[in-house]
T-cell receptor
Framework: GQNIDQPTEMTATEGAIVQINCTYQ??????LFWYQQHAGEAPTFLSY??LDGLEEKGRFSSFLSRSKGYSYLLLKELQMKDSASYLC??????????WGAGTKLIIKP | DTGVSQNPRHKITKRGQNVTFRCDPI?????LYWYRQTLGQGPEFLTY????????KSRLLSDRFSAERPKGSFSTLEIQRTEQGDSAMYLC???????????FGSGTRLTVV
């Protein structure tokens, strides 16, 4: 079957660093996405990894290991506005996204 | 192009009524997806179109749900005889042949009372 696992909730402090992990099992693999979703809003695209390694984009970085079926999203210099849910999604062989339930990130001052 | 547009943003309806939502995708995108999302969950796949063809429907999509994309542009999602369990955010997304990131609309929040 296809499955995406990520923690339900994480808490971090403003200015700190947090890593949100995701493990995936998909039928075929065409990449791994991270989306950010604020409460009551639609998901917005953060990153896409299809090759192993780290992709850095400002304060956000995303890592992929295809052999381990593992990805993480790294958020640096956390700001209060980063409080949101972070959704991990795998793109399967039919180019359909398989979604995790999301990780709710709570930032404390 | 202003991205993916969904209407209405909010809909409150009485149980048993029919509702219809509309999605206008990014014009050059040929794939259009409908998802349902409830609080604390990731988006739940409902159906998708490639151009005007409906290629897949989720087993979770009961016969009360129907979607169309008659000209390969905008799409409608209709729910007949709504139930309280249908209350959710209905998200539309589009992509170009499924490659790259999906672009989501703002969603339609449905409340069935």
């Amino acid at each position: 079957g296809q499955n995406i696992d990520q923690p339900t909730e994480m808490t971090a402090t403003e200015g700190a660093i947090v890593q949100i992990n995701c493990t995936y099992q998909t039928s075929g693999f065409n990449g791994l996405f991270w989306y950010q979703q604020h409460a009551g809003e639609a998901p917005t695209f953060l990153s896409y990894n299809v090759l192993d390694g780290l992709e850095e984009k400002g304060r956000f970085s995303s890592f992929l290991s295809r052999s381990k079926g593992y990805s993480y999203l790294l958020l640096k210099e956390l700001q209060m506005k980063d409080s949101a849910s972070y959704l991990c999604a795998g793109l399967d062989s039919n180019y359909q996204l398989i979604w995790g339930a999301g990780t709710k990130l709570i930032i404390k001052p | 192009d202003t991205g993916v547009s969904q209407n209405p943003r909010h809909k409150i309806t009485k149980r048993g009524q029919n509702v219809t939502f509309r999605c206008d995708p990014i014009s050059e995108h040929n794939r259009l997806y409908w998802y349902r999302q409830t609080l604390g969950q990731g988006p739940e796949f409902l159906t998708y179109f490639q151009n005007e063809a409906q290629l897949e429907k989720s087993r979770l999509l009961s016969d009360r749900f129907s979607a169309e994309r008659p000209k390969g542009s905008f799409s409608t999602l209709e729910i007949q005889r709504t139930e309280q369990g249908d209350s959710a955010m209905y998200l539309c997304a589009s992509s170009n042949q499924g490659r790259g990131g999906y672009t989501f609309g703002s969603g339609t929040r449905l409340t069935v009372v």
